[in-house]
């Protein structure tokens, strides 16, 4: 699986971006989530998602404001982000792996396998 991502950008606090992941290849009975890695720190957990879509996991910084969603015909995954603040400031990357199940889903980086190269997203004040 290769995976693509687009839709980062420069926008003001408060303001709104949803970012794209297209994955090419074989993406049935995949789970993906989306990970991000701001300068000077590590890579942290962002959103998660199964095969099914019926479950979503989002790390708590930012639930209520981020929501990860998948659309299997079109092999993408997106991540809307709203009410964005400073800092969200980051390299949002998205990667996926297979799973037996279609309803499996982690928050833990080393579950996945495919990583794609990262789209940045700046969030001035």
């Known amino acids: 699986v290769q995976l693509q991502a687009s839709g980062g950008g420069l926008v003001q606090a408060g303001g709104s971006l949803r970012l794209s992941c297209a994955a090419s290849?074989?993406?049935?009975?995949?789970?993906m989530g989306w990970f991000r890695q701001a300068p000077g720190k590590e890579r942290e957990f962002v959103a998660a998602i199964n095969w099914s879509s019926e479950g979503t996991y989002h790390a708590d910084s930012v639930k209520g404001r981020f929501t990860i969603s998948r659309d299997n015909a079109k092999d993408t995954v997106y991540l809307q982000m709203n009410s964005l603040e400073p800092e969200d400031t980051a390299v949002y990357h998205c990667?996926?792996?297979?799973?037996?199940?279609?309803?499996?889903?982690?928050?833990?980086?080393?579950?996945?396998?495919?990583w794609g190269q990262g789209t940045l997203v700046t969030v001035s004040s």
């Open positions: 290849g074989r993406t049935f009975s995949s789970y």
């Open positions: 990667a996926a792996a297979y799973s037996s199940s279609p309803y499996y889903y982690t928050g833990r980086a080393e579950r996945y396998d495919y």
